[in-house]
């Protein structure tokens, strides 16, 4: 009898240990056995993808995981193709497999439902805690913190623009300095992160207006392109991006040997060796830190957490060189914002700062809970500003403020 009785504590003991965490590997030897899929939607060429697959291969290294143990799948698209990506890499032995677009959520979570012993991460995705499969997660950066910073390193250029006499008539709409935006598509993600932008340029030029315009593709160079010389020929003085081609900034630095007055912020990568005179800084990545993370705490037997989203207090996430074409004082200006962000007296979502139709905003919806990508479920303003990437990893942040209008 006391031998029945110990065999249903154990029995319900390992129920609970597989249960506190997304998907637990208790190998001693993970280091050496344990093999990651990753499913990439470009390449090496697509800065985005790099900053991918430049993080995981510094995880693996810190982490003595073998180049031989990681298995890549790039180019994927956002389809089907992605959940046959996951099934070979679960069939060649992968126990953890990562995905890095946000199309391939959905894929990923199916091929989760039909394998419950191995564990996938979908980035950027937001549909993981509400599935309640042990076994799916998301995860994020707060990048719209360092968007926001590299609003205040464009804001500081229109400053410094203004200043001394550089704009015209053509760079100005109701007396507000223009500025174009490329964005990818309209999802949550973008907005999210085009209104950080602007939030960081208002931070210090407050008198600036904004257009975004769409591509459809997350990587489009000829597109992208196409749409920054758009924004050019309408007077726009900064062109930033959220599209992951160096399109725009080439498009920029062609302009401005031209004679047109235009600078560019990027998006994942140093944008200097395309456009060298023009190229103020990028938003970006340290993908390294999450994927250490994650791995380490999956070989340690705890899993990997349903929803991840670190930023500049875990240095997630940062800016890329300054250009030469930065204005004087920059550099201390972004120590000077940093540092806010790093210790939370700075919010970028600071409600005091942004209006919707001339309203103060006092509610807004951080969840979706029925796909229809309208969030209503858990409030997210509170504490006096919007907690971006607080109820899950994915931005959510989706409120059109004043100031901005979408193309």
Not at 157 to 175: Q, R, W
């Amino acid at each position: 009898m006391a031998k029945k009785i110990l065999a249903v504590v154990l029995a319900v003991m390992l129920v609970l240990t597989s249960l506190a965490a997304c998907g637990n590997k208790t190998n001693t030897d993970a280091e050496n056995t344990l093999k990651i899929g990753v499913i990439l939607v470009g390449d090496e060429n697509e800065g985005y993808t790099y900053a991918h697959i430049k993080g995981i291969k510094d995880a693996a290294k810190s982490l003595g995981i073998a180049d031989s143990n990681i298995l890549w799948k790039y180019t994927v698209p956002e389809d089907q193709t992605c959940h046959d990506a996951a099934v070979d890499l679960v069939e060649n032995g992968c126990e953890l497999i990562f995905s890095n677009s946000y199309g391939h959520q959905d894929f990923m979570k199916a091929a989760a439902m039909e394998h419950p012993e191995v564990t996938f991460v979908a980035m950027t995705g937001d549909t993981a805690k509400a599935s309640g499969l042990p076994n799916f997660c998301n995860a994020f950066t707060n990048v719209y913190e360092s968007r926001y910073v590299s609003g205040v390193v464009a804001g500081m250029k229109i400053a410094e623009l203004v200043a001394d006499g550089k704009l015209t008539d053509a760079n100005y709409e109701d007396g507000k300095v223009k500025v174009g935006y490329v964005g990818a598509h309209p999802y949550a993600e973008v907005v999210s992160g085009y209104t950080a932008f602007y939030l960081g340029i208002k931070s210090v030029y407050p008198d600036v207006m904004m257009k975004v315009s769409y591509t459809g593709s997350w990587f489009d160079i000829v597109k992208e392109g196409e749409a920054a010389n758009a924004f050019l020929a309408d007077g726009c003085v900064i062109i930033g991006q959220h599209a992951d081609s160096t399109g725009a900034p080439a498009a920029v630095e062609a302009a401005a040997k031209n004679g047109t007055v235009a600078y560019s912020v990027g998006y994942n990568i140093d944008m200097l060796s395309v456009a060298p005179t023009v190229a103020l800084t990028s938003a970006t990545n340290n993908w390294s830190v999450y994927y250490t993370e994650a791995i380490k705490s999956f070989m340690d037997g705890n899993g990997v957490p349903t929803n991840w989203a670190k930023g500049y207090s875990e240095d997630a996430v940062a800016i890329t060189d300054l250009g030469p074409a930065c204005a004087e004082g920059t550099a201390e200006k972004v120590a000077e914002v940093e540092a806010a962000l790093k210790d939370g007296s700075l919010n970028v979502f600071d409600t005091a700062t942004f209006t919707v139709e001339g309203n103060v905003v006092t509610s807004a919806f951080a969840t979706d809970t029925d796909g229809n990508f309208v969030p209503d479920a858990d409030e997210a303003v509170f504490d006096g500003y919007y907690h971006e990437s607080y109820f899950q990893s994915a931005p959510s942040f989706q409120l059109r403020i004043d100031g901005i209008v979408e193309e």
